[in-house]
């Protein structure tokens, strides 16, 4: 599967993920606060690169959605393929 093309490096995985666990596994406005704080202290580079690895992240796991769908069609027969 080909990986989409971005515009700057990626931050690397353990980096982000341990950005991720200042939510605290929560998507509330308390936790999007917690992980703006610690973003804010860091530089633009490092802040963009977690824009990156959170893009390709997102993208990864929307293919792997789209990707499941097709399965369940498919064993319920419901796909032309």
Do not use: C, N
Not at 6 to 29: H, N, S, T
């Amino acid at each position: 599967m080909p990986r989409m093309r971005l515009p700057y490096r990626p931050m690397a995985e353990g980096e982000f993920w341990k950005l991720i666990e200042v939510m605290g596994g929560q998507a509330d406005d308390d936790a999007v606060a917690r992980l703006t704080g610690s973003l804010a202290t860091r530089r633009r580079k490092d802040v963009l690169a977690f824009q990156e690895r959170l893009a390709r992240v997102l993208y990864d796991l929307d293919r792997e959605v789209l990707a499941s769908i097709h399965r369940l069609a498919v064993v319920a027969g419901m796909s032309s393929h």
